[in-house]
């Protein structure tokens, strides 16, 4: 059996419905975790309870505004135009502070991109040891992340009155999956597997 194997079982709900289980834990034992995590907006809100001080840098806020990272509207969720443009704008790194701010900007945009993981895992390859050493293999995984970026596909809005599509692939490098309705995306989900 393959250790990306995630056994799922049906377990009968007091009304008759059935709910769908999987045990994922020989999965997560072989998952690197994320390197550079982006905490979520409501655990960020929920930490300053209590903050006596809190700091802002007033050029990458924006208060009250109508669109922020993504664009939604009744076609579905898209990236936002000026993000896709400064990623495929984005200069070849030379410095592991310009690995961890791209990376930072694309991981935003992760759920837009098949096989994010994979393709993110080799430019930040270059950064292992605390040393930055840039390689040809990075160079295409960073051209093939600006080619993604550009050709995002609009997501569609969940419809929970509908059925969903759940399609996934594994191999020795990492695992992914894609969440569909009515044969549209709805969120990309990517993770790499330890060494």
């Not at 700091?55 to 806020?61: F, R, S």
């Not at 135009?81 to 443009?85: H, N, T, V, W």
């Given at each position: 059996?393959?250790p990306?194997?995630?056994?799922?079982?049906?377990?009968?709900k007091?009304?008759?419905?059935?709910?769908?289980?999987?045990?994922?834990?020989?999965?997560?034992?072989?998952?690197?975790?994320?390197q550079?995590?982006?905490?979520?907006?409501?655990?960020?809100?929920?930490?300053l309870?209590?903050a006596?001080?809190l700091?802002?840098?007033?050029?990458?806020?924006h208060?009250?505004?109508?669109?922020?990272?993504?664009?939604?509207?009744?076609?579905?969720?898209?990236?936002k135009?000026?993000?896709?443009?400064t990623i495929?704008?984005?200069?070849?790194?030379?410095?592991?502070?310009?690995?961890?701010?791209?990376?930072?900007?694309?991981?935003?945009?992760?759920?837009?991109i098949?096989?994010?993981?994979?393709?993110?895992?080799?430019?930040?390859?270059?950064?292992?040891?605390g040393?930055?050493?840039?390689t040809?293999?990075?160079?295409?995984?960073?051209?093939?992340?600006?080619?993604?970026?550009t050709?995002?596909?609009?997501?569609a809005?969940?419809?929970?009155?509908?059925?969903?599509q759940?399609?996934y692939?594994?191999?020795?490098v990492?695992?992914?999956?894609?969440?569909?309705?009515?044969?549209?995306?709805?969120?990309?989900?990517?993770?790499?597997?330890?060494?």
């Open positions: 059996m393959s990306c194997a995630v056994p799922a079982i049906f377990v009968p007091h009304d008759g419905l059935f709910q769908m289980c999987m045990d994922s834990r020989a999965v997560n034992k072989i998952t690197i975790k994320y550079f995590p982006i905490p979520r907006f409501d655990d960020l809100l929920d930490q309870n209590g006596m001080k700091y802002a840098n007033g050029k990458k806020c208060f009250l505004a109508q669109e922020v990272g993504y664009i939604i509207s009744g076609n579905g969720i898209r990236m135009e000026s993000k896709i443009e495929t704008n984005w200069p070849i790194p030379s410095t592991i502070h310009e690995i961890r701010s791209l990376h930072g900007l694309a991981s935003f945009y992760h759920r837009f098949k096989n994010f993981s994979t393709v993110i895992a080799l430019v930040t390859e270059c950064m292992k040891g040393r930055f050493k840039w040809e293999e990075a160079t295409t995984a960073f051209n093939t992340l600006k080619d993604k970026v050709h995002a596909p609009i997501l809005l969940p419809n929970l009155n509908e059925v969903f759940v399609e692939d594994a191999s020795g990492g695992i992914g999956g894609v969440l569909s309705q009515n044969k549209r995306p709805v969120v990309y989900f990517s993770e790499n597997l330890m060494k």
